[in-house]
């Protein structure tokens, strides 16, 4: 289990260059039902906070009297964080593994988003979120089905072979493509009650001021996570970057719609 977790982590591994995809996302375009459920006075808890950007904007819906931790294992997002957001006095910062957290019943609502998807094992993680929130508290995951991911007009054959063998490069490390279906009945079995799924898929049309943005943010997880698969000699140099290459030309001039499935699924902690 161990030799599968450090293959996941490896995978995982996001460089500091990534924060220029988490740092397009805000809480109400990457989260809303998270946003819907913020009460000002609330103590939160975000675990894979990444640079920070959503969870700046959970600390503001808490004001004034709430207070937010945000989470990270990646040392150089939690360094950024810090220095983006140190003007918000009711939000910190902290390194920290999902695995292995120091907080006990303390937070009204514990959430990972975009997460659940790189573990090994999804349901230690969701203990380890219950035991961080208060008797009552709300548990929150937020992430996506990776089969259900639609563009149009299809792909080109190069993307769509970068893009099957990521999902099995994915597989081989014990990663859950289709995590989102599996959630729910994971919490139930975690005791958790009142469950409830929202879909929050995010559909971006050609006609969206910021479309090309949003869509392109699949060339940078190309240029990150096809490096990394070539090191593991899942592809080649040359299919990684011609992937890449084609993608941001099909982003120019092709690509009229993505819809990227996600569904946040929450629970209540039993008093």
Not at 78 to 93: M, Q, W
Not at 109 to 137: N, Q, S
Not at 249 to 264: D, G, R, S
Request: hydrophobic content about 40%; glycine content about 6%.
């Amino acid at each position: 289990m161990q030799l599968i977790d450090k293959l996941a982590q490896q995978r995982a591994y996001q460089p500091q260059s990534a924060s220029r995809i988490f740092n397009t996302r805000s809480l109400r375009s990457g989260h809303q039902r998270l946003a819907e459920l913020l009460q000002t006075g609330m103590a939160v808890l975000d675990i894979g906070c990444g640079p920070g950007s959503i969870t700046r904007g959970i600390a503001e819906a808490v004001l004034p009297t709430g207070q937010v931790v945000g989470i990270d294992i990646n040392q150089c997002f939690i360094e950024e964080a810090r220095h983006n957001y140190s003007d918000c006095p009711n939000l910190s910062f902290e390194v920290g593994d999902i695995y292995n957290l120091p907080y006990s019943k303390e937070f009204d609502i514990v959430v990972a988003a975009r997460i659940f998807h790189w573990l090994t094992r999804p349901f230690d993680a969701l203990e380890m979120m219950i035991k961080c929130a208060k008797p009552g508290g709300r548990i929150v995951v937020h992430d996506s089905n990776f089969e259900k991911i639609v563009w149009q007009p299809a792909l080109p054959d190069s993307v769509k072979t970068f893009y099957t063998a990521f999902l099995e490069w994915r597989a081989e490390a014990g990663m859950d493509n289709v995590i989102t279906d599996h959630l729910s009945k994971m919490f139930e079995k975690a005791g958790l009650v009142e469950i409830r799924e929202t879909s929050q898929n995010e559909i971006t049309n050609h006609t969206d001021l910021n479309f090309e943005t949003r869509v392109g943010i699949w060339a940078d997880v190309i240029a990150i996570k096809g490096f990394q698969m070539v090191h593991d000699g899942v592809l080649s140099k040359e299919q990684s970057l011609k992937a890449e290459r084609d993608y941001r030309e099909w982003v120019i001039y092709q690509a009229k719609l993505q819809n990227i499935c996600f569904t946040a699924v929450e629970g209540i902690v039993p008093l």
